[in-house]
């Protein structure tokens, strides 16, 4: 009811903006020794680490099955699990995982991403990893009393509280805290992670409620930028490295609740197809954070640009990139290293979120679309 709404027209905008305070929750308590984070089902009291920490020891790979907006979590865990705990990591969508034939490696940890723990296709993704003889499983949940904790062997439970609106917000960014905890637990238990690069990481988990807060006071500049939105038929995301899913997650917010058809493109491919697709009526989305691919990026923008298309670019502080003829900037306030896709992305759920007030649209219920999929 409008009571719990308080200020908020929607609980989408609403869950947008309580994520200050849901990833301070879910970090609540994280104080080192990463492993005794994560819940081992079974575990004697007093063990849950340990138990962690056993199943740390015995893999050598990570395979994460998801769908939706967990699977765009999974996506970018990828990036963190490979470069920090060094770790080959999978990625696959639940739904072609447990239809296909695949090769079984028994060392591997299977970690489902959800926000609900009881979409259908996920669940039968686990138990058709736990069938060919996949028992090293942990789940990243926001539901700690779903199936898929249950069924899992060790948990991670996301805070974010009870989400409503069907377009996923709060959870997301709270499972990407829940997966980079994952990645420092895994570097931890294979040697890799330094006590100063430990306390360095936490002290930028640390800051996130802080970071996403200055992010959230962009909102009325993402307004302006949904006005032009919300005139058009098609738009193009674009992002690379850690940013590509982000880029993902920006263009599913976007069809989701506005109906304007959007896809997402590593810049990188721009020029293998989606470039034909570029007039002044497309508008491109790039989410410009100031890492070692800055300057590829700004080539891709620059063959935007020259075929006429009309970019709206989220550019880190410090990129030099500037607003001008085709050029729309909103500058982000810091740089956020490796939790960048955390910040990034809020931005792009306020994009969707305004655009679909503008034209409209029923927000917090898409047409054709449910809050959690339960069935196949
Ligand atoms: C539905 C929801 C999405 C969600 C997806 C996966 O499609 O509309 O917001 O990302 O299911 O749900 P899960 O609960 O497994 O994260």
């Known amino acids: 009811g409008a009571a719990e709404l308080g200020p908020y027209r929607h609980y989408m905008q609403k869950e947008i903006f309580e994520q200050p305070r849901a990833i301070a929750d879910t970090l609540e308590g994280v104080a080192g020794i990463v492993p005794e984070l994560f819940d081992g089902l079974g575990a004697q009291p007093g063990e849950t680490g340990a138990a962690a920490w056993r199943v740390f020891k015995e893999i050598d790979s990570v395979l994460i099955l ?4 967990s699977y765009y979590s999974a996506c970018t865990a990828k990036y963190w699990l490979e470069s920090i705990a060094k770790i080959p990591t999978q990625v696959e969508i639940a739904s072609e995982y447990r239809y296909r034939e695949s090769v079984p490696n028994p060392r591997s940890l299977v970690v489902t991403v959800s926000q609900s723990g009881e979409t259908a296709d996920t669940l039968a993704a686990l138990r058709h990893a736990r069938s ?26 996301t805070r974010a509280g009870v989400e409503i609106g069907v377009a996923s917000t709060k959870a997301f960014t709270t499972q990407l805290a829940g997966l980079f905890l994952l990645t420092l637990a895994l570097a931890q238990s294979r040697g890799l992670l330094s006590a100063e690069a430990e306390a360095e990481h936490l002290k930028a988990m640390r800051h996130l409620p802080a970071a996403l807060q200055a992010v959230l006071a962009l909102e009325p500049q993402i307004i302006s930028w949904a006005e032009d939105f919300a005139r058009k038929e098609n738009a193009l995301f674009l992002g690379r ?31 293998h197809g989606p470039l034909a697709l570029v007039t002044s009526e497309m508008p491109v989305v790039t989410v410009a954070p100031n890492d070692a691919l800055l300057e590829k990026l700004k080539s891709n923008l620059q063959e935007v640009r020259a075929r006429g298309g009309v970019l709206y670019v ?19 306030p810091e740089h956020y290293g490796a939790l960048s896709p955390l910040l990034h ?6 994009l969707a979120y305004h655009t679909a ?10 047409r054709n679309l449910a809050k959690s999929v339960t069935v196949e």
């Open 132 to 157: 060919l003889g996949m028992e090293h499983t942990l789940t990243i949940c926001n539901v700690a009393t779903s199936a898929m904790v249950r069924e899992c062997k060790l948990a991670y439970i």
């Open 345 to 350: 992305v809020v931005p792009l759920q306020l």
């Open 66 to 69: 998801a769908c939706g907006t």
């Open 314 to 332: 989220l550019a880190d502080a410090d990129t030099r990139i500037e607003t001008g003829e085709g050029l729309h900037v909103i500058r982000m």
């Open 357 to 366: 007030c503008a034209r409209g649209t029923d927000v917090d219920k898409p």
């Open 241 to 271: 490295g850690l940013h590509y899913p982000i880029a993902l997650e920006g263009a599913l917010k976007l069809k989701e609740i506005t109906y304007i058809h959007a896809e997402a493109y590593a810049a990188g491919e721009l020029k």
